[in-house]
């Protein structure tokens, strides 16, 4: 829903005209251009607004308006989509249909996109709809001012600049509300990162925290949320931001098999996400042995993998990965390796020799956002110094060094870490740590009764591996009072635990999980 009200719009009340193009009658052309002047922005003012059904004077509404009659609205509808299909990269507003003084009108919000440059053909209509010959060459549409022309050669140099310089993760995301935060965590965020903002919790609305967090920005419409916003305290990030959440495999023979495997997927704020990981990893991967040495009091301690190293390459997979890529973080567990990939791989300027040596300083960085927020909360350190510690972290461990491999045009970036090679892999029982799942657990610690009470929960759990009260009531059929009866029971066993405010509640699968 278009949250400026038609009657607000028309009054000229909260949008400065500019903003705002009228159209008495449907004219594919020129309303695809004016969509792909307001997704490039040039002026900076997010986008714009277009109604169809309006007379101007002097680029003000005549009202009442014209509108649009009742048999033409479904076909508009229709060929807008069609047609804004020809913009390249795809762009589609927001469209409604709207009355106002007894008549309908069409309505569209067209919000800055945030993966442009836009250009679209300077004749949206095909040869055989025109009944002629159409001009199909693709040009760039700016609205430098209240009118839509074609962008000049500096202005399409001004253009790619533009987009080239906003970090994905700094732009606003035109599809985000406010729904898709949970403010339990931005809570936990800002006590973790012992903010000046903790006074305010109680006192400030989820919006004021966001804007002060500076993943929002306040907007005539309201709040326009920024890709940070939803990575670092959306529910599921992932719904919005394609490949944003993490995948881990663990194979459990040494042929690594398709057929022996095990898959997990990490959802939730980025930060959260790799902590998750890491839970799993440690609680279910990592061991230590312990060495006595003839003539010494003191034994050798070692681990299989230091869960330091594993840390920072996560952590540094996560941190440098390109979120316009709809290809999540993995995770890859051998019985002799771990390989973290991420996408793409380092810049072409980086001397790969250097950068496995732990030498090489970045002259700029993927999401140095992100970065900040990772140090408030110790995620992260200071910059050009991962590699660095992945390398000491190893030497400490006395394990191999790590290997690094990318491609020619560095599409992607493979870190592996290999076993410490005093631990003998065929000794190792990688499928018996841990790997109960959820429902055997539960089955043999409750009641008959009590786990079929909670059998639809579990089940819900295992899949998605967290569950708020609302989908609870969802999957289970039952009143909020008899959910929290059934989260009485469960959390009950110390196997699930509760975190967050109580109107932003949700239910996680405990790290210790025998």
């Not at 807008?80 to 569209?108: A, T, W």
């Not at 989820?206 to 306040?218: G, H, Q, R, T």
């Amino acid at each position: 829903m278009i949250p400026i009200k038609i009657e607000t719009l028309l009054e000229g009340r909260k949008v400065e005209q500019n903003r705002i193009e009228y159209k008495e009658g449907f004219n594919p052309s020129e309303i695809v251009h004016t969509i792909c002047g307001y997704a490039n922005d040039i002026a900076g003012v997010d986008g714009g607004y277009l109604v169809i059904g309006v007379k101007t004077e002097n680029g003000l509404p005549i009202l009442p308006p014209v509108g649009v009659p009742d048999e033409l609205l479904d076909d508009i509808q229709l060929k807008i989509f069609q047609h804004c299909n020809k913009i390249e990269p795809r762009y589609i507003p927001k469209i409604e249909i709207v009355e106002y003084q007894g008549v309908n009108l069409v309505y569209l919000k067209c919000a800055a996109g945030d993966a442009g440059p836009y250009q679209a053909p300077v004749d949206v209509y095909s040869k055989k709809e025109a009944g002629k010959e159409q001009d199909r060459t693709m040009k760039y549409w700016i609205r430098p001012a209240s009118l839509t022309v074609e962008a000049k050669q500096s202005e399409v140099a001004e253009l790619f600049e533009k987009f080239a310089t906003i970090p994905f993760v700094d732009r606003i995301n035109s599809r985000a509300s406010m729904e898709h935060i949970r403010r339990g965590y931005l809570e936990d965020f800002i006590r973790e990162s012992n903010s000046s903002l903790i006074e305010e919790l109680n006192v400030r609305s989820l919006e004021d925290l966001l804007v002060s967090e500076e993943v929002a920005e306040e907007k005539d419409e309201g709040i326009a949320i920024k890709n940070i916003g939803l990575l670092m305290f959306g529910e599921r990030p992932d719904k919005l931001i394609a490949g944003s959440k993490i995948e881990l495999v663990r194979f459990h023979d040494k042929e690594a098999e398709a057929s022996d495997f095990t898959e997990k997927t990490f959802y939730g704020p980025i930060w959260k996400q790799v902590r998750d990981a890491l839970d799993y990893i440690k609680t279910t991967v990592i061991e230590e042995k312990v060495v006595k040495v003839d003539g010494r009091a003191e034994a050798d301690r070692f681990f299989n993998y230091p869960y330091n190293a594993l840390e920072e390459a996560l952590v540094n997979a996560v941190l440098h990965k390109n979120y316009k890529e709809d290809v999540p973080v993995e995770i890859r567990i051998y019985l002799d390796q771990i390989q973290i990939i991420n996408f793409p791989g380092p810049d072409y300027y980086i001397d790969m020799e250097k950068f496995a040596a732990g030498k090489v300083r970045a002259r700029r960085y993927r999401n140095p956002k992100i970065g900040e927020f990772f140090k408030e909360i110790d995620l992260s350190e200071k910059k050009s110094t991962g590699i660095s510690k992945i390398l000491r972290e190893l030497k400490r461990n006395g394990s191999p060094m790590p290997e690094f491999e990318t491609d020619v045009d560095r599409t992607y970036m493979i870190t592996t870490i290999r076993i410490h090679e005093r631990f003998e892999i065929e000794n190792t029982n990688f499928a018996q740590k841990n790997e109960r799942s959820l429902s055997e657990v539960l089955s043999e610690v409750l009641t008959q009764k009590d786990y079929n009470k909670v059998s639809a929960i579990v089940s819900f759990m295992e899949e998605h591996g967290e569950i708020t009260p609302k989908e609870a009531e969802a999957v289970t059929g039952k009143s909020a009072a008899t959910v929290r009866r059934y989260f009485k029971i469960l959390t009950g066993t110390r196997y699930i635990v509760a975190e967050g405010s109580t109107n932003n509640m949700v239910y996680h699968i405990a790290a210790n999980l025998p």
